[in-house]
C-alpha cells in the first residue's frame, strides 16, 4: 500500500483526521479563548472536541450515510444503529494536553466491520504525522512504513503508559503494575494521549505500553496500526479481547510476552470459571464505576449482567457488552 492507493475507506478517514486537525491547529492558535467543560474530575471536553467530532461525523456520513457511528462526545446517537460498519472516533485525543497547550494530541478514527478494526488513521495536526493502515496491507507514517522495534529484553525498553487520574480509578492497583514494570524496563513515559502512544509502538519509538481505563474510540485506530507493523496488542493476559476490557497492552512480540507475564495478574477480564451461575442464570452486576458513568454519559450502552451459561471471552466487539466489574 502506498498513499496513493488507499482503500476508499481510508482516504474518507484521512479527509476528516485531516479536516478535524485544522479545526483543533485554528483553535490551538488562541487556545485561552476556547471554552472547556468538565466532564467529571480532572476529565475535560472542549468546543474544540465537539466541533472536530461533527466535521469528521459529517465527512464519514456524506460519503458513507448507512454506516454507524461510536464517537465519544456523541456516543451512539448518529448514524445508522443497525450497520455491520461502525466508525470508532476519538476527535481529539489528549484534550488536557490540548487545553495547557501541550503538543501532543491526535485525532483518531477507526472503522469496524462486524467489529474488527479494518481501517485506521491517528493524526497529529501538530507535527502533521498520518498513522494509517488497512487491515493486511501494512501500517504507514506519512509515505514510511512502519515496523515495531527488534529489541528483545524488557530491560533495554522504552515503554509507554496513561495513569488513571479520574475519580473512582483504581490508583493502588495502577501504582503495583507501575512498580513492577518500571523496575524492570530502561524508561517508562506518559506523554498523555493513548492513540498517539500506540502508534509510537508501531514505530519502534516504544518497545512496548501498558494502560487500564481506556475506551474502544482511544485504541481502534492505534490497535491496527500495531499489529499491521508486525506488534502484538491484547489484555493483560495475552488475549485479543482488549476494545471493551478497559486493559491494554502492545509491543514488538518479544517484550509484549513479557509485559503480560508482570500484567496478567493485575487482569480485571472475567474467565469463563469466574462466571457463577445464580438463581436467574447471571452474575450480579457490581456498582458502576466512575469510567461506566462515563461511557454512559458518552450515550455507551451499560454492561449487561454477563449470562453465565455463554463464554465472556469471545472475539473483538465494537461496543460492548462489557464484563461487569471494577474496570481499573
Ligand atoms: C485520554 C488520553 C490519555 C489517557 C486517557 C484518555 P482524551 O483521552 O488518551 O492518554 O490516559 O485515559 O481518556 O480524554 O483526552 O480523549
Ligand atoms: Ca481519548
Ligand atoms: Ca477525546
Given at each position: 500500500m502506498s498513499l496513493t492507493n488507499?482503500?476508499?475507506m481510508l482516504n474518507i478517514a484521512i479527509k476528516a483526521a485531516r479536516l478535524a486537525g485544522s479545526v483543533i491547529n485554528r483553535a490551538s492558535l488562541d487556545i485561552e479563548k476556547v471554552a472547556v467543560q468538565s466532564k467529571g474530575a480532572n476529565d475535560f471536553v472542549t468546543e474544540v472536541d465537539e466541533h472536530a467530532e461533527r466535521v469528521i461525523i459529517e465527512t464519514i456520513l456524506a460519503a458513507y450515510p448507512g454506516h454507524g457511528i461510536l464517537a465519544e462526545e456523541s456516543?451512539?446517537?448518529l448514524g445508522a444503529q443497525d450497520?455491520?460498519?461502525?466508525w470508532i472516533i476519538d476527535p481529539l485525543d489528549g484534550t488536557t494536553n490540548f487545553i495547557h497547550g501541550f503538543p501532543v494530541y491526535a485525532v483518531s478514527i477507526a472503522l469496524a466491520f462486524r467489529g474488527v478494526v479494518q481501517q485506521a488513521v491517528v493524526y497529529d495536526p501538530n507535527r502533521n504525522d498520518l498513522f494509517v493502515?488497512?487491515?493486511?496491507r501494512g501500517a504507514f507514517l506519512n509515505e514510511r512504513r512502519l515496523r515495531v522495534s527488534k529489541r528483545l529484553r524488557l530491560a533495554d525498553s522504552l515503554i509507554g503508559t496513561g495513569f488513571p487520574f479520574r475519580k473512582g480509578d483504581n490508583f493502588k492497583r495502577y501504582m503495583k503494575m507501575f512498580e513492577e514494570i518500571s523496575q524492570q524496563c530502561a524508561g517508562l513515559r506518559r506523554p498523555g494521549a493513548a492513540s498517539l502512544d500506540l502508534c509510537y509502538v508501531a514505530a519502534g519509538w516504544y518497545d512496548g505500553f501498558f494502560e487500564t481505563g481506556l475506551s474502544p474510540w482511544d485504541i481502534a485506530?492505534?490497535?491496527l496500526i500495531i499489529t499491521e507493523a508486525g506488534g502484538l496488542v491484547g489484555n493483560f493476559?495475552?488475549?485479543s479481547d482488549f476494545l471493551n476490557q478497559r486493559e491494554i497492552v502492545a509491543g514488538n512480540p518479544k517484550v509484549y510476552g513479557q509485559l503480560v507475564g508482570i500484567l496478567a495478574p493485575y487482569t480485571r477480564v472475567i474467565k469463563e470459571d469466574d462466571v457463577k451461575p445464580t438463581s436467574e442464570g447471571y452474575v450480579p452486576a457490581p456498582a458502576a464505576d466512575a469510567t461506566d458513568a462515563f461511557l454512559a454519559d458518552a450515550g455507551v450502552p451499560a454492561a449487561p449482567a454477563v449470562p453465565a451459561a455463554k463464554p465472556v471471552r469471545k472475539a473483538i466487539k465494537v461496543a460492548g457488552p462489557r464484563t461487569p466489574r471494577d474496570r481499573q
Open positions: 488507499l482503500h476508499p456516543g451512539r446517537t450497520s455491520e460498519f461502525v493502515a488497512s487491515r493486511g485506530a492505534a490497535s493476559t495475552g488475549e
